[in-house]
């Protein structure tokens, strides 16, 4: 297990800071000593009751077998998932997974807690309805590229802006896997599918960017095979207060095999990736010969091969800058073709949540005086006939 | 002028008169003025006893310009009386409308009793002196002629004078300038002797109680949140703004108080969306909408069906297809309701039957969601969301119980089975997140009957549909007998109706009672399931007759289901039936009926003269 670092869990105003006292939920209150030593401090989750048994990833396991295909990528990002809930400490029945439509989506039938395997597009929008009226839950939404960027692209970006309290793993293969190979809204140019026999014609996404676009207050990126980063950006997205968007590279061995693969052969990876440490210079490549300077003309980044002359104006990640262009920027240094992927956290900013600023809205409605029915019925202009 | 309306309506219900209005104004917000497309008009129709329709005739009409001259003059009857306000009677204003020469003048409103007078010049000396702008000062006009109206019909305008005070009390001078207005409007008919005579219309009998006045569109809410605190359940609105169900959400959004979380999504499909994912999490979800955005909710419709979850969709009607007519009424999302989704799936319907009914529409479909773990449509329209009527406001201990039970219990040995079913009502069990031991997943996969699990098994498949049908099916049981008003107990046609069409049939079956002949009326609330005597009621009438403002929806369904050629009577002018059209259709199937004896002819073709 990993212990996040002192300022994942610290560092930043709490939301209850961010409201006035009279504005903070009596469920809060209630439930925030309550924590036990079993769980990680998880601002974001502080509503949801604490278990006072330990988990293992087993427990997170359903007897429904699993379909995916031999050697997807889902399998390892499932495990990760199942490896890491026990670090939450929460009670498992406090945890809800939702989906849309696609092979990730299948995932809640894996998870032995609530679930949900919603219509395609969709998650977002019934989490959003469940999670604003059930402070008490961890809701996760497992979406793909052709669910959140395609026929749901709307209800994705609209969560993120609201900071609805959602972590959001959106599983990115670059292909439709469920029916059967046609090219997705992140599938690069001129990809050649069933449905584009001549190369695809669409300009893809980069998610990461359209969630930056929606100034989404935590933003990250992890591959499927790499357990440990992948863990500790679920880690970070977990205890982050309101909307967490985490793309996860994710294989599709079957119609679209080995596209990360330059971000996961050992003789490659080092050279193309960029692994974001918070406080942390943003220096890379197989023999740390790599940096990313900005360009003072554009205010892009760019690479450059770090020398004792530049070696001062290597960029310093900062996850928290409150400016989206910042990590924007980052985002903007991957092309198509993966060369210079960043991975890790690009953003994690404080912004009171959806959730807790609607409660806020009930509570002080309510302090001032409770909901009168029969008053209401009855009105201000009224006769009686005797 | 809706304004001007609504404050004539107040005055009126608080003298105890029986109401109905009919608020009718185009879709645009700035409508161009002096145009036929332009006006904005408001009937109100008062009266000493029970009436049910805003008026086919009205017998005064106040017209603020050529343009409202020309588009209402068609309705009036001979003898009524038109007040018009001449300032806007320029040459120019005729002819926009199309007037070659001034209808003031030319002998053409001969056969009315006209009072022509310079609203706008009398409203400008009524405010003179109190410092506000010409423009400012002329849009007072609409509360002299209220004045003049009130002062016609015998009205108190007290509490007018109390409501504009509180309106524009940020704004003392324009509150100053439309009292005095109003004031003067009413001064004026008592000194002027152009109005040789006043009414006075009694109050109408009613049973005793304590009574308000109310639009579809608030009852509809004030049910819904009834419904709320008599099921002791959260309420989460999830909506998107659309004519002419926004007030809803308007007045849903008002009452954090009582715990409602009132969400205005991205679009139609959030808001659905959402409210379905505040339902699994244990609140009464909600939706409300019209026809074009419950076309956008149909798979979520779909998913509640099959996740058989409670949710209200409520739809206010409005003309279609497509934009249609967005601020008139129709009734031809019935099918939509019934039908509009894929695969076998079927969801309730109710309907309310008049302003106020909708309060008690929308508790008994909050029922039926929270009983049966289903959607539910509640189909309302765009003449009961804007009419009002006296509402005598019910006691709330008296409303019904709904409190539902969540499970909390394993039901299958050491497992939870969310799929296994109640045996009276076929509901499965209502599962929240934070009950321990009972985790499941539900999806719109195909279930396994009872674990819930995945299966594509043939045979469980058509299990499931059937199952799903005998639901919805058993819900018959739980409502009551369709009743018949046959007050002689010889008629041999019975006319049935559904949704606002109540009013006008009701209205229309009296006059031919009065006329001497005989004809049963009976009006459906719930359109999925129907009532179980319904097929009897059918069978026991030599004809019936089915008005809809649609094209024949409810009567295809009653001829496809009971196999009873039904006459179809339709409209779709996006106002509601007229009593007198109406009453003149069904005189006329009286007839055939007692002239033939048996159903002859195609029953679509019905004659009336317009």
Same mark, same amino acid.
């Given at each position: 297990?990993?212990?996040?670092?002192?300022?994942?869990?610290?560092? !930043? @105003?709490?939301?209850?800071?961010?409201?006035?006292?009279?504005?903070?939920?009596?469920?809060?209150?209630?439930?925030?000593?309550?924590?036990?030593?079993?769980?990680?401090?998880?601002?974001?989750?502080?509503?949801?009751?604490?278990?006072?048994?330990?988990?293992?990833?087993?427990?997170?396991?359903?007897?429904?077998?699993?379909?995916?295909?031999?050697?997807?990528?889902?399998?390892?990002?499932?495990?990760?998932?199942?490896?890491?809930?026990?670090?939450?400490?929460? &009670? &498992?029945?406090?945890?809800?997974?939702?989906?849309?439509?696609?092979?990730?989506?299948?995932?809640?039938?894996?998870?032995?807690?609530?679930?949900?395997?919603?219509?395609?597009?969709?998650? #977002?929008?019934?989490?959003?309805?469940?999670?604003?009226?059930?402070?008490?839950?961890?809701?996760?939404?497992?979406?793909?590229?052709?669910?959140?960027?395609?026929?749901?692209?709307?209800?994705?970006?609209?969560?993120?802006?609201?900071?609805?309290?959602?972590?959001?793993?959106?599983?990115?293969?670059?292909?439709? !896997?469920?029916? &059967?190979?046609?090219?997705?809204?992140?599938?690069?140019?001129?990809?050649?599918?069933?449905?584009?026999?001549?190369?695809?014609?669409?300009?893809?996404?980069? #998610?990461?960017?359209?969630?930056?676009?929606?100034?989404?207050?935590?933003?990250? @990126?992890?591959?499927?095979? /790499? @357990? &440990?980063?992948?863990?500790?950006?679920?880690?970070?997205? %977990?205890?982050?207060?309101?909307?967490?968007?985490?793309?996860?590279?994710?294989?599709?061995?079957?119609?679209?095999?080995?596209?990360?693969?330059?971000?996961? /052969?050992?003789?490659?990876?080092?050279?193309?990736?960029? @692994?974001?440490?918070?406080?942390?210079?943003?220096?890379?490549?197989?023999?740390?010969?790599?940096?990313?300077?900005?360009?003072?003309?554009?205010?892009?980044?760019?690479?450059?091969?770090?020398?004792?002359?530049?070696?001062?104006?290597?960029?310093?990640?900062?996850?928290?800058?409150?400016?989206?262009?910042?990590?924007?920027?980052?985002?903007?240094?991957?092309?198509?073709?993966?060369?210079?992927?960043?991975? !890790?956290?690009?953003?994690?900013?404080?912004?009171?949540?959806?959730?807790?600023?609607?409660?806020?809205?009930?509570?002080? %409605?309510?302090?001032?005086?409770?909901?009168?029915?029969?008053?209401?019925?009855? !009105?201000?202009?009224?006769?009686?006939?005797? | 002028?809706?304004?001007?309306?609504?404050?004539?309506?107040?005055? *009126?219900?608080? $003298?105890?008169?029986?109401?109905?209005?009919?608020?009718?104004?185009?879709?645009?917000?700035?409508?161009?003025?002096?145009?036929?497309?332009?006006?904005?008009?408001?009937?109100?129709?008062?009266?000493?006893?029970?009436?049910?329709?805003?008026?086919?005739?009205?017998?005064?009409?106040?017209?603020?310009?050529?343009?409202?001259?020309?588009?209402?003059?068609?309705?009036?009857?001979?003898?009524?009386?038109?007040?018009?306000?001449?300032?806007?009677?320029?040459?120019?204003?005729?002819?926009?409308?199309?007037?070659?020469?001034?209808?003031?003048?030319?002998?053409?409103?001969?056969?009315?009793?006209?009072?022509?007078?310079?609203?706008?010049?009398?409203?400008?000396?009524?405010?003179?002196?109190?410092?506000?702008?010409?423009?400012?000062?002329?849009?007072?006009?609409?509360?002299?002629?209220?004045?003049?109206?009130?002062?016609?019909?015998?009205?108190?305008?007290?509490?007018? =004078?109390?409501?504009?005070?509180?309106?524009?009390?940020?704004?003392?001078?324009?509150?100053?300038?439309?009292?005095?207005?109003?004031?003067?409007?009413?001064?004026?008919?008592?000194?002027?002797?152009? $109005?040789?005579?006043?009414?006075?219309?009694?109050?109408?009998?009613?049973?005793?109680? *304590?009574?308000?006045?109310?639009?579809?569109?608030?009852?509809?809410?004030?049910?819904?949140?009834?419904?709320?605190?008599?099921?002791?359940?959260?309420?989460?609105?999830?909506?998107?703004?659309?004519?002419?169900?926004?007030?809803?959400?308007?007045?849903?959004?008002?009452?954090?108080?009582?715990?409602?979380?009132?969400?205005?999504?991205?679009?139609?499909?959030?808001?659905?969306?959402?409210?379905?994912?505040?339902?699994?999490?244990?609140?009464?979800?909600?939706?409300?909408?019209?026809?074009?955005?419950?076309?956008?909710?149909?798979?979520?419709?779909?998913?509640?069906?099959?996740?058989?979850?409670?949710?209200?969709?409520?739809?206010?009607?409005?003309?279609?297809?497509?934009?249609?007519?967005?601020?008139?009424?129709?009734?031809?999302?019935?099918?939509?309701?019934?039908?509009?989704?894929?695969?076998?799936?079927?969801?309730?319907?109710?309907?309310?039957?008049?302003?106020?009914?909708?309060?008690?529409?929308?508790?008994?479909?909050?029922?039926?969601?929270?009983?049966?773990?289903?959607?539910?449509?509640?189909?309302?329209?765009?003449?009961?969301?804007?009419?009002?009527?006296?509402?005598?406001?019910?006691?709330?201990?008296?409303?019904?119980?709904?409190?539902?039970? $969540?499970?909390?219990?394993?039901?299958?040995?050491?497992?939870?089975?969310?799929?296994?079913?109640?045996?009276?009502?076929?509901?499965?069990?209502?599962?929240?997140?934070?009950?321990?031991?009972?985790?499941?997943?539900?999806?719109?996969?195909?279930?396994?009957?009872?674990?819930?699990?995945?299966?594509?098994?043939?045979?469980?498949?058509?299990?499931?549909?059937? *199952?799903?049908?005998?639901?919805?099916?058993?819900?018959?049981?739980?409502?009551?007998?369709?009743? =018949?008003?046959?007050?002689?107990?010889?008629?041999?046609?019975?006319?049935?109706?559904?949704?606002?069409?109540?009013?006008?049939?009701?209205?229309?079956?009296?006059?031919?009672?009065?006329?001497?002949?005989?004809?049963?009326?009976?009006?459906?609330?719930?359109?999925?399931?129907?009532?179980?005597?319904?097929?009897?009621?059918?069978?026991?009438?030599?004809?019936?007759?089915?008005?809809?403002?649609?094209?024949?929806?409810?009567?295809?369904?009653?001829?496809?289901?009971?196999?009873?050629? =039904?006459?179809?009577?339709?409209? =779709?002018?996006?106002?509601? $039936?007229?009593?007198?059209?109406?009453?003149?259709?069904?005189?006329?199937?009286?007839?055939?009926?007692?002239?033939?004896?048996?159903?002859?002819?195609?029953?679509?073709?019905?004659?009336?003269?317009?």
């Amino acid at each position: 297990m990993t212990r996040p670092t002192d300022r994942q869990v610290d560092e !930043g @105003r709490s939301p209850e800071e961010l409201q006035s006292p009279n504005r903070r939920s009596p469920i809060a209150n209630a439930v925030a000593n309550t924590a036990t030593a079993v769980a990680l401090d998880f601002p974001s989750l502080r509503l949801v009751p604490k278990t006072d048994t330990p988990q293992k990833a087993g427990d997170f396991k359903t007897d429904q077998e699993v379909r995916w295909c031999p050697g997807c990528g889902d399998y390892a990002i499932l495990a990760a998932v199942q490896g890491f809930m026990p670090q939450l400490g929460l &009670k &498992k029945e406090n945890i809800v997974f939702v989906s849309g439509i696609g092979c990730s989506s299948r995932f809640p039938y894996y998870m032995n807690t609530y679930g949900m395997h919603s219509i395609h597009g969709r998650a #977002p929008a019934i989490a959003t309805g469940l999670s604003t009226s059930r402070p008490d839950l961890s809701v996760w939404v497992v979406t793909g590229d052709g669910d959140a960027l395609s026929i749901g692209g709307n209800h994705l970006i609209h969560a993120l802006r609201r900071n609805v309290n959602l972590k959001i793993l959106l599983f990115n293969n670059r292909i439709y !896997g469920l029916t &059967k190979g046609q090219y997705s809204p992140t599938s690069e140019v001129g990809k050649i599918t069933k449905s584009t026999p001549m190369g695809s014609l669409d300009y893809p996404f980069n #998610p990461i960017s359209l969630a930056l676009g929606a100034e989404a207050t935590f933003v990250g @990126r992890a591959i499927d095979s /790499d @357990r &440990k980063q992948l863990t500790s950006v679920l880690q970070a997205a %977990a205890q982050h207060e309101g909307s967490a968007l985490v793309e996860i590279y994710q294989n599709c061995n079957i119609f679209n095999d080995g596209a990360f693969e330059l971000l996961k /052969d050992k003789d490659t990876k080092d050279d193309w990736t960029i @692994r974001l440490e918070h406080g942390q210079p943003l220096r890379f490549g197989a023999h740390n010969d790599k940096g990313v300077v900005r360009n003072p003309n554009t205010g892009a980044f760019e690479i450059v091969d770090v020398t004792p002359d530049n070696e001062n104006t290597i960029v310093r990640h900062d996850a928290h800058t409150e400016d989206p262009s910042y990590a924007f920027a980052l985002s903007r240094l991957s092309t198509q073709d993966l060369r210079y992927t960043p991975v !890790g956290v690009f953003r994690d900013v404080k912004r009171p949540t959806y959730d807790a600023e609607m409660a806020a809205q009930l509570e002080t %409605a309510q302090q001032r005086g409770g909901g009168n029915l029969q008053g209401l019925l009855h !009105g201000n202009d009224t006769w009686t006939v005797n | 002028m809706q304004l001007t309306g609504d404050r004539f309506t107040s005055e *009126t219900a608080s $003298f105890g008169n029986d109401l109905s209005t009919l608020p009718n104004f185009p879709a645009e917000i700035r409508a161009p003025q002096g145009t036929l497309p332009g006006v904005s008009s408001f009937q109100v129709h008062f009266a000493d006893h029970d009436i049910m329709t805003p008026g086919d005739r009205p017998d005064v009409l106040v017209a603020m310009n050529p343009a409202a001259l020309k588009a209402n003059l068609g309705d009036l009857p001979r003898g009524a009386t038109i007040i018009v306000d001449t300032h806007d009677f320029t040459k120019r204003a005729l002819a926009k409308v199309g007037y070659e020469a001034s209808p003031l003048e030319d002998g053409s409103l001969d056969g009315y009793h006209v009072h022509s007078l310079g609203l706008t010049e009398l409203t400008l000396q009524a405010v003179d002196g109190l410092g506000l702008s010409r423009k400012d000062a002329g849009r007072a006009k609409n509360m002299f002629a209220l004045g003049l109206v009130s002062w016609l019909y015998s009205r108190q305008i007290d509490s007018t =004078v109390g409501f504009l005070e509180k309106k524009f009390a940020t704004k003392p001078d324009v509150a100053a300038a439309n009292v005095a207005a109003l004031k003067a409007g009413w001064n004026y008919g008592e000194t002027t002797e152009d $109005f040789s005579v006043t009414y006075e219309v009694k109050p109408a009998a009613m049973p005793a109680g *304590t009574y308000r006045n109310i639009s579809g569109n608030l009852a509809l809410a004030y049910g819904l949140l009834a419904a709320g605190q008599r099921a002791e359940l959260p309420i989460f609105l999830g909506a998107y703004p659309i004519t002419p169900a926004s007030d809803v959400l308007h007045e849903l959004s008002k009452h954090k108080r009582f715990g409602v979380r009132a969400f205005q999504a991205e679009d139609e499909i959030a808001a659905i969306g959402a409210a379905l994912g505040a339902s699994f999490g244990g609140a009464l979800g909600i939706t409300t909408s019209s026809g074009p955005g419950v076309a956008l909710k149909s798979e979520t419709i779909g998913l509640a069906v099959s996740l058989e979850l409670p949710l209200v969709v409520v739809d206010v009607q409005r003309g279609g297809p497509s934009t249609g007519l967005p601020t008139k009424t129709e009734q031809s999302d019935l099918l939509q309701a019934m039908f509009g989704r894929n695969g076998e799936a079927p969801v309730p319907i109710v309907a309310p039957r008049s302003p106020s009914d909708c309060f008690d529409a929308a508790l008994e479909a909050a029922r039926i969601a929270l009983t049966y773990r289903t959607p539910v449509f509640l189909l309302s329209d765009g003449y009961l969301a804007n009419g009002s009527e006296p509402w005598k406001v019910p006691a709330v201990e008296e409303l019904p119980d709904l409190r539902t039970e $969540f499970a909390t219990e394993k039901n299958h040995g050491d497992e939870f089975w969310p799929y296994l079913r109640d045996p009276e009502t076929l509901a499965r069990p209502w599962a929240v997140p934070g009950t321990p031991g009972l985790e499941h997943r539900i999806g719109g996969i195909e279930k396994a009957d009872g674990s819930g699990n995945i299966s594509y098994d043939p045979a469980n498949h058509d299990l499931m549909v059937r *199952t799903r049908q005998a639901k919805i099916d058993g819900i018959t049981r739980s409502i009551p007998p369709l009743e =018949v008003d046959d007050p002689t107990g010889d008629a041999e046609v019975l006319v049935l109706g559904w949704g606002s069409t109540y009013g006008p049939i009701g209205a229309a079956a009296r006059r031919v009672r009065k006329n001497g002949m005989s004809i049963a009326q009976a009006h459906l609330r719930h359109l999925n399931p129907f009532p179980a005597n319904l097929p009897e009621v059918l069978k026991a009438y030599k004809r019936v007759v089915v008005p809809e403002m649609n094209l024949g929806q409810l009567a295809l369904l009653l001829r496809g289901k009971y196999l009873v050629d =039904v006459v179809s009577y339709n409209q =779709v002018r996006g106002l509601p $039936f007229r009593a007198e059209e109406l009453e003149e259709v069904l005189t006329n199937v009286v007839n055939e009926a007692g002239d033939t004896g048996t159903i002859t002819g195609s029953a679509d073709e019905i004659e009336v003269t317009r």
